[in-house]
């Protein structure tokens, strides 16, 4: 399952929501929401692996009828009847005598059956009864004694008219809110089916469950604090849409980036490609630069220009860099002709690109440092680390200065010098990153690409759902920054090279990952037989003891059939 759209596709979805949703709350009849959702049944079978359906219902044309598009997953109910889902109510009724309309994106359930699987207790959840009786609304659609679908629980809540569904920005509130339950939703299915059936991966079982609990218990906290907003959306959404009209029109006007970033993810994700694209769009002031594609050869053309211009300088921080290779420290130099030995001042590349930035303030300039959390921080910035923030910055109303140990020159870091660092997370979490340096960079995550490898077919083995299936038993049975990069996949042209990817590759990174817990490593492949194990006696001592000795078994990496069992797996539990 692809849980990251493209932004087509993510514009597509959109559209097709939020015209949905249009004609829902204008009560248009069944027929125009069926030629608006059939385009849309075939987007989600693509995206969703035909995880997830809709369903729309709208009984009557009653005052008490209230529509509702609800999106399930076949992983918690076979049809709507008897499971929870997402799903949008649209009510009508009166305040103070005028009409008023509401769309309601809520926690839904079935009503006439009890659901087997209920929404976790973990969420503060607020009944649509609850809700509308702070309201004070009068005629509501109503239901025996409460109203029609007030035990549904919301999540958010929109009053709507003509014209807030003319607003673009409304829009992709509406939009953003719903893609944000739908994935926890998605994820929540998952968890769900893995809480059914982790007993089958792992002898492991607590550790497991444990494991996968901790994780989830962040997608919660993600969508309560989202949640816990619900009243100040409901009363506030207009100068919401203002304020984000004023942020864009602001955007437009200047190029604006942060000075400092870290490009973190699991290997393989390709952070240090990145950085191709961030320090030429940095270079040229044009964000749109950052979405280059792959086969944009002026970028890296423009790349390979700026770096032979100084503009653009790349390092690699490691154990022994330090701050005279960094900053300055004096160096031993030998006189050709009398043979003398001294000592000379050298100046590191920051201090370097420092002059370079001052003396040429119509560009920008940019120092990618790889691999940043390998060296020693604090050792290596020493006091310049509280001069790379943004407010202390040459010309900033809190401008910093220090005197350099060795030459005695002052220095200033200029506004127009940017730092972009790459982490690897499987390496070291950001959690244990120098709390200096971690106050003073932004982050931007850099996560597998899936689309990349979509249609690739090596033996009619999909390379995509390989390694989704691969990443979602390592999320599962350790975390998500141990997960495995798109770019181990993307120069296997033939069944060899991706027999000698998984064997000098993919196995010892398991291995390392799990620390030679090969039951764990037979989880991640689906027991395909590429791990075997032998069950040895061996008496020490007149005490014999038993113990199982696995192994990788190189044959069985040789054939095509055990590749689809890694992925197939997970289709046959659904």
Known sequence: MNEVLDSNVNEQFKELIIRTLGIITRNKSRKHIQISLNPLRDLLKEYYKDEIWWRFERKDSSKDSVPWLCFW??????????GIYPMFYSYSGKQKGIDIKYLILAFG???????????????PLKSINDFFNKLNIEELPS????????????????????????????????????????????????YKTYEKNYDRISES??????????????????LTESQNNLEIEVNNIDNLIENIKNDSIQNKE???????TILYGPPGTGKTYNTIFYSV?????????????????NIFKKFKECKNKNLIKFITFHQSYGYEDFIEGIRPDLDNESKDLKYIIHSGIFKDMCNKAKNDKENNYVLIIDEINRGNISKIFGELISLIEPSKREGESEELEVILPYSKENLTIPKNLYIIGTMNTADRSIALLDIALRRRFNFIEIMPQYDILKNRKIKNIELDLLLIAINERIEFLLDREHIIGHSYFLNINTFEDLVQVFKNSIMPLLQEYFYDDFEKIKAILGDNGFITSKNISINLKGNNQKKYIYKVDEE????????????????DEE
């Open 73 to 82: 997953s076949r992983k918690l109910a076979v049809e709507p009847a008897k």
């Open 205 to 222: 079982k607590e550790e497991l469950k444990l494991n996968y609990e901790n994780e989830f218990n962040k997608i919660i906290k993600t």
């Open 109 to 123: 359930k079935s009503v006439r059956n009890e659901p087997d699987i209920n929404w976790d207790s973990k969420l």
């Open 556 to 571: 069985a990496l040789k054939v095509p059939e055990n590749y689809p069992k890694i992925y197939s797996s997970d289709e």
């Open 281 to 297: 769009g940095i270079i040229e002031k044009d964000k749109s630069v950052f979405k280059g594609n792959n086969n944009d050869g």
């Open 254 to 260: 200047e190029f604006n980036f942060p000075l400092n």
């Open 143 to 190: 239901y025996k004694n409460g109203i029609n679908y007030g035990s549904s629980m919301v999540f958010k809540a929109y009053e709507v008219n003509q014209e807030k569904f003319n607003d673009e920005l409304f829009h992709n509130q509406i939009f953003d809110d719903f893609k944000g339950l739908l994935d926890y939703y998605v994820a929540y299915a998952k």
